[in-house]
Antibody, heavy 121, light 110 residues
Framework: QITLKESGPTLVKPTQTLTLTCTFS??????????VGWIRQPPGKALEWLGL???????RYRPSLKSRLSITKDTSKNQVVLTMTNMDPVDTATYYC?????????????WGQGTLVTVSS | QSALTQPASVSGSPGQSITISCTGT?????????VSWYQQHPGTAPKLMIY???NRPSGVSNRFSGSKSGNTASLTISGLQAEDEADYYC??????????FGGGTKLTVL
């Protein structure tokens, strides 16, 4: 059974860097084809894809946020870390990590519960 | 990277069928069969309902079906039930190797 859970600060100040950790179980980046994505959802608004990291270290990012985003993984700890620099109030959202359906392109079959991050001074 | 276009809301009575459209471009929906649909109830994480245009993950009711024609994908829910009331989002792989979501559709079961 695959599970994922996001953790990190609930409040960050403008211009600060956000670091969120996704801790998962039920799969491993040691296995070919695995991937974890990050998706966010501002309050009352639509889902927004942020990026994805694959088992082979390959990464993909939302073009408009690429300069601010970094996604890394720690295979031994079963963790994926999202880093977003220069946070702004418009980045206030629930941030989800999700398991990429094996060998799919970009659909996500298991999601974490999400974590609400508020950007405010 | 513009969001896919979905109607803001749709509604139907129990037992009826409804269809939600998802319109993209020739850089995403129009050229790939990698369209997914997600259901999201208030305060919960999205749930994958359809992938690769028309495939259902294990455990998803066969009342949910997907299709695509040109730049528009569609999700049809037949035999509408109260529990289907939720927000629905489509997504598509793009020619830039990215993912784009739709703006979401609120389904109300009357």
């Amino acid at each position: 059974q695959i599970t994922l859970k996001e953790s990190g600060p609930t409040l960050v100040k403008p211009t600060q860097t956000l670091t969120l950790t996704c801790t998962f179980s039920g799969f491993s980046f040691s296995n070919n084809g695995e991937g974890v994505g990050w998706i966010r959802q501002p309050p009352g608004k639509a889902l927004e894809w942020l990026g994805l990291i694959y088992w082979n270290e390959d990464e993909r990012y939302r073009p408009s946020l690429k300069s601010r985003l970094s996604i890394t993984k720690d295979t031994s700890k079963n963790q994926v870390v999202l880093t977003m620099t220069n946070m702004d109030p418009v980045d206030t959202a629930t941030y989800y990590c999700a398991h990429r359906r094996l060998f799919s392109f970009y659909d996500f079959d298991i999601w974490g519960q999400g974590t609400l991050v508020t950007v405010s001074s | 990277q513009s969001a896919l276009t979905q109607p803001a809301s749709v509604s139907g009575s129990p037992g009826q069928s409804i269809t939600i459209s998802c319109t993209g471009t020739s850089s995403d929906v129009g050229i790939y069969y990698y369209v997914s649909w997600y259901q999201q109830h208030p305060g919960t994480a999205p749930k994958l309902m359809i992938y690769d245009v028309r495939n259902r993950p294990s455990g998803v009711s066969n009342r949910f079906s997907g299709s695509k024609s040109g730049n528009t994908a569609s999700l049809t829910i037949s035999g509408l039930q109260a529990e289907d009331e939720a927000d629905y989002y489509c997504s598509s792989y793009t020619s830039s190797s990215t993912l784009v979501f739709g703006g979401g559709t609120k389904l109300t079961v009357l």
